[in-house]
């Protein structure tokens, strides 16, 4: 089966220091791939590569088996389309309402008239649980609130993958169940995705399987239970170990 999004040899320097060192990862479709490791692994720079929000100095991005050309501005918008992106800062509009959040993209992107984007903005919200919400500015809305609008704002240009990088790590511990249940939502539903989360129990609850980076390599990659519970590397199961510790233990 030929994978939705394929990442072949990427390498990126930022600073002058090399992030990424050569890293290659497939998503098949309906797959939820989880990365993890520690701060400063390259988890996040790899994942907005994909997206070409960082540019790799080396390797390639392929959409379907298709290499995109992100110098090609044509290609590289058509690609944000189909490959959606949730920051862990939710990058809302603060002048716009959380309907107008969600249909914004429909209107400049896709061409949309307002009244028909903004029906399709009320269908995603009231997906994640959010029409009652709609009229709100995101200064009126929960950080779990906001990152329901930035999920519903993706959504609605029927992406074909989801990055999402660490959704939950600006959330205080009772607004995640939300986000979460929106996630697994979308995991049931079909969706493809890969993540970035430190949060282990999330995690194993979802992937397919889990993908363990450090110093801008892979050094493991397996199904959670064997990458939580039985990794080959010494380095692997001292991490899950100390991530799971500090999850007990909060």
């Given at each position: 089966?030929?994978?939705?999004?394929?990442?072949?040899?990427?390498?990126?320097?930022?600073?002058?220091?090399e992030?990424?060192?050569?890293?290659?990862?497939s998503?098949?479709?309906?797959?939820?791939?989880?990365?993890?490791?520690?701060?400063?692994?390259?988890?996040?720079?790899?994942?907005?590569?994909?997206?070409?929000?960082?540019?790799?100095?080396?390797?390639?991005?392929?959409?379907?088996?298709?290499?995109?050309?992100?110098?090609?501005?044509k290609?590289?918008?058509?690609?944000?389309?189909?490959?959606?992106?949730?920051?862990?800062?939710?990058?809302?509009?603060?002048h716009?309402?959380?309907?107008?959040?969600?249909?914004?993209?429909?209107?400049?992107v896709?061409?949309?008239?307002?009244?028909?984007?903004?029906?399709?903005?009320?269908?995603?919200?009231?997906?994640?649980?959010?029409?009652?919400?709609?009229?709100?500015?995101?200064?009126?809305?929960?950080?779990?609130?906001?990152?329901?609008?930035?999920?519903?704002?993706?959504?609605?240009?029927?992406?074909?993958?989801?990055?999402?990088?660490?959704?939950?790590?600006?959330?205080?511990?009772?607004?995640?169940?939300?986000?979460?249940?929106v996630?697994?939502?979308?995991?049931?539903?079909?969706?493809?995705?890969?993540?970035?989360?430190?949060?282990?129990?999330?995690?194993?609850?979802?992937?397919?399987?889990?993908?363990?980076?450090?110093?801008?390599?892979?050094?493991?990659?397996?199904?959670?239970?064997?990458?939580?519970?039985?990794?080959?590397?010494?380095?692997?199961?001292?991490?899950?170990?100390?991530?799971?510790?500090?999850?007990?233990?909060g």
């Open positions: 089966m030929q994978p939705i999004l394929s990442a072949e040899n990427i390498h990126i320097k930022l600073g002058g220091q992030i990424v060192k050569g890293v290659s990862l998503v098949e479709q309906r797959e939820i791939k989880v990365l993890i490791g520690p701060s400063g692994a390259g988890k996040s720079t790899f994942l907005q590569s994909l997206n070409f929000l960082v540019l790799p100095e080396q390797g390639s991005v392929s959409l379907e088996g298709h290499p995109v050309n992100p110098e090609n501005k290609e590289l918008y058509a690609h944000r389309q189909q490959v959606g992106m949730i920051f862990q800062d939710f990058n809302l509009f603060d716009l309402t959380a309907l107008d959040n969600t249909a914004v993209g429909l209107i400049r896709k061409g949309l008239k307002k009244k028909q984007a903004r029906e399709r903005g009320m269908a995603e919200l009231a997906r994640v649980g959010l029409e009652k919400q709609a009229g709100q500015y995101p200064a009126e809305l929960s950080g779990g609130q906001k990152q329901r609008v930035s999920i519903a704002r993706s959504l609605t240009m029927d992406p074909k993958v989801m990055l999402l990088d660490e959704p939950t790590s600006a959330l205080d511990p009772e607004l995640i169940g939300g986000v979460h249940g996630i697994k939502d979308l995991a049931e539903a079909g969706m493809t995705m890969l993540i970035v989360t430190h949060q282990l129990y999330f995690a194993s609850s979802l992937a397919n399987e889990i993908v363990f980076m450090e110093n801008g390599k892979i050094l493991e990659q397996g199904q959670p239970e064997k990458i939580l519970n039985q990794a080959e590397h010494a380095r692997t199961r001292e991490f899950c170990s100390k991530i799971t510790k500090m999850g007990t233990s």
